[in-house]
């Protein structure tokens, strides 16, 4: 056996272990009795254990040092091997141990403080995070020659850093400034929707959020739906579990969610099955596969076509009235412009933004330019800066997602640089199908699919986040695709 | 650290991974989506495997030598963590290996021969799992001292062999010749039961159960309550998942089926937490269990008491007219004899025979007595002197279960050393408890529980079969018990 094969069973053998993980990382988030949560944590933390002995062990690095591969996927394999043994091999386990304690105890402090929108009762804990993130990003900046800021968005999004980001977000910003007052007035000229009549029975929500996903896509042969408060992607590639929440008095976020979720599951399912359960069959980081959800969700299914299409569906399945179905109505009530003080919550003009904001602020953190406890002021100043408005509270400011309160530092910008993503790769997806808005006005998303299965999801991570838009669209990353996409959408 | 504390830290990682397993299997019997099969297979493959290497590695036959044990439960544990290491030992990776390809190959053909009433089919495919099976127990029968035939049954309920069992099984043979054809005048002289009236809507089943299984002990903050075709028992002992199929037109036997597994699942929840994921803290074998399920489901819960409260609950929750729902002919409905060639359909009378014809030919076939391709005909010419009928074929003969064509030989005397365990446990209840049956028409199953707690699952694994029946009923196991519960329900 060559040390490239050894290697290459090694790592199925992870990567096996990765997908016990995540189908039990699934059952605790959507089915799980609660008072399974204590042993389910153990499971976890033995397979993480086991996982990182595996990638850690001594026979790999003189693996890696003799082993030689052929071809460009084999290569890239090898490449994304050494990544992660790197990765792996720069933490001491005294940190990592340190690094799980301390995310564990401040989530669990901060669901306390965010309901009662006390910044103090967490800033202790978030400080202790955050000084085991700046340890832990100083170790992989040496590891990796990265800056810490950096080491630690590669996590998320390899090959991406701060000086990726930082130019598209200055353009954001300054476009924004001008777009934003521009598009409320023109919303405000077109007067309010009409609300869509309910109550929508949740029988009826299910049958049509299964429906529709199948429609763009999903094979329920190898896949669930099923239903949690916070709404995820889960499972494997040939085994995927989407979530949604439904709620009888509103329908249109559940099944945006479900068609957001839909994309997400559409990446996983057309990586490579050649390379399954190999570094390079993976997704190729989340701003990748945030661009996939979004492609779905805001390109594609709230596009005029698909809205013409989408309305007939819902008709069909509700009754009523048909007026409110109109698709032009429907563009009005879920392509809504409004200043807004929650991120998960935003639409798609504002939602840089709060992302932007975020991305400064923890680098600040991380950098050590901005302390804890300057934190709910630093937001604040940023908010009002960027939308106009001053948050008022921390529950509606600084303490509003999880992320920086269970040790996940680096991964905001993903979100933003996954709606561009998409922005862009739509744009050559248009270009190569000319017909695919008559395709969508009929619910056919077929042609879309086939496009991003060779274009990105065939890829795997063969390439990293620029060369995989270089080769879907001849450019990397530009922010001015999806700044186009939003004039045509919200400027005229 | 010392050598025991080593070994207790290595079994509770190997038990985590156990759990890991489990929820795993449990998903892919009750939710897993069709395509998601052959991940999964190689999932649990890996953690098997994983769990193998921690068991085997090369310092545990260091640290079991070396350790010593303080009181009389790690004592236990440090002697059935010397089993777990003789067992794992003794077989050769390639055996392990050709054993599984092997099960898993004849399995599938076993699907479509069972289907087709073909044993021909089957036949060279149960012959090498045979072949592998008389392997495996030779070398287990090595290792443990043990004979073949025994050195398997012990895989199932350690410290039971075959020599416990003959005579047992020889008294119920007897006892049935004559019992049987009594019991038959008997019912036929009582005329037939009243219909249950149906259909029984299956949201209304599926709140029942759940009310009812809640009712007689379950926690539902840690227990799930889902459909499979094939019902059963998973999970952990804090995240315990049965399942149960529902049918519109019929109720008993998804009720009675949640009782049964409710009973499994009471077992796994009364475990001692002390001892979670070590040896000794695991349930006593394949017939305790089974004596915990049939404790509920056929002492308990087809009680004249129990039916009694039973009766008004399901006249509650369908409606109609209450005659059926009277109690005597609940008990006529589901406490009927029947000979019939199927085993998971026989009755708690005749189901003994079912077995003990298993056992005979299952013991033949690992001592070189019985060769495959003589099964059907051995299996005609035992059915026929057990219960005086022929099966017509072999789909409702030697190809009726899945044991056998899965690689699992010495487990059927499980379910009946189970039955007449929980006959003599139920005996000893009710000697301690006189007031029982009046708390079982009300419903109240806390005291018998508190029972089954304090002298079954509270002692774990400490106890071997025979000590747990000692330690709580005062003899080890008497087939007497049983027949005479037997002789009271049907004979009288």
Redesign the interface.
Known sequence: MSAYARLAARFA?IA??G??SA??HW?ASA??????G???G??LA??AG?RHELLTAPEVAGDLAEAGAEGRWESANLALMHRAHRRATALPTALVEATERANAACEKVWRNAKAQSDFAMVRPHLEEVVRLQRETAAALSAALGLSPYDALMDSYQPGIGAADVEPVFAAYEAFLAEALPQAEALQAGRGAPQPLAGPFPVAIQRELCRGLSARVGL??????LDESLHPFCG?????IRITTFYAEEEVGKALMGVLHETGHALYEAGLPAAWARQPVGEAAGMAAHESQSLIMEMQACRSDAFLTFLGGELHRAFGGDPAPYAPANLAKLWRRVSRGFIRVDADELTYPAHVILRFRLERAMIEGDLAVADLPGAWAESFTRLLGLAPPDDARGCLQDIHWHDGAFGYFPSYTLGAMAAAQLMGAARRALPDMDAALALGDMAPLLRWLRANVHAHGSRLGFQDLLRAATGKPLDPEDFMAHLRGRYLQ
Chains 1, 2 share one sequence.
């Open positions: 053998r096996t272990l997908e016990a189908m039990l059952d089915i799980m009795p609660p008072g399974g204590g042993a389910r153990e499971q033995v397979l086991l094979d329920y042969s190898h896949a669930r499972g494997t590639p040939t085994d």
